[in-house]
T-cell receptor, first 116, second 110 residues
Framework: EAGVTQFPSHSVIEKGQTVTLRCDPISGHDNLYWYRRVMGKEIKFLLHFVKESKQDESGMPNNRFLAERTGGTYSTLKVQPAELEDSGVYFC??????????????FGPGTRLTVT | GQNIDQPTEMTATEGAIVQINCTYQTSGFNGLFWYQQHAGEAPTFLSYNVLDGLEEKGRFSSFLSRSKGYSYLLLKELQMKDSASYLCAVRDHRDDKIIFGKGTRLHILP
């Protein structure tokens, strides 16, 4: 079974440009999460999709970030315009429907974004 | 507020035992995770504790005390491949959000 995949693995862009990150969750996983790790800091939650709906987007830093999950399959995270402080590693994770039970979140390898 | 503390770095010797501690203060609690992350790779799930006590899984064990806001990850018979960062993370019962600590970088010496 394929794991969570993310594209690209690395992206270097200039301040003010736009970047779109993609995440393909494990097939059949309704829950999709985006996280970010800024250099020297902890991994922080950005948002959570259940199928195509945004369940929780309280971690999104500002309106320069836009996440979508059309059709409830893969998701994209667009940063427009990118700022220097957006540099970091963006992780995607997916899990089965949680309900009242815990289901492990499987992480992708991350996209390392560098804004210069 | 929410705060998770764990040592920044630890060093241990191949074949030995190491204990990585984690303390947390969170407004909601519904379980504590340990993840392993090798450099440049995805965090991988190691353990999940929601009740007090010790959970053993092969060479790895995880302990939780909810009253003390404390957990540890115990690694036995250390191998060189265990060199990695170990992330302590807490699940919030209100919204299922996972809050991560900064991670402990473990160095294994031959």
């Amino acid at each position: 079974e394929a794991g969570v995949t993310q594209f690209p693995s690395h992206s270097v862009i200039e301040k003010g440009q736009t970047v779109t990150l993609r995440c393909d969750p494990i097939s059949g996983h309704d829950n999709l999460y985006w996280y970010r790790r800024v250099m020297g800091k902890e991994i922080k939650f950005l948002l959570h999709f259940v199928k195509e709906s945004k369940q929780d987007e309280s971690g999104m830093p500002n309106n320069r970030f836009l996440a979508e999950r059309t059709g409830g399959t893969y998701s994209t995270l667009k940063v427009q315009p990118a700022e220097l402080e957006d540099s970091g590693v963006y992780f995607c994770a997916s899990s089965q429907d949680t309900g009242l039970a815990y289901f492990e979140q499987y992480f992708g390898p991350g996209t390392r974004l560098t804004v210069t | 507020g929410q705060n998770i503390d764990q040592p920044t770095e630890m060093t241990a010797t191949e074949g030995a035992i190491v204990q990585i501690n984690c303390t947390y203060q969170t407004s909601g609690f519904n379980g504590l995770f340990w993840y392993q992350q090798h450099a440049g790779e995805a965090p991988t799930f190691l353990s999940y504790n929601v009740l007090d006590g010790l959970e053993e899984k092969g060479r790895f064990s995880s302990f939780l005390s909810r009253s003390k806001g404390y957990s540890y990850l115990l690694l036995k018979e250390l191998q060189m491949k265990d060199s990695a960062s170990y992330l302590c993370a807490v699940r919030d019962h209100r919204d299922d959000k996972i809050i991560f600590g900064k991670g402990t970088r473990l160095h294994i010496l031959p």
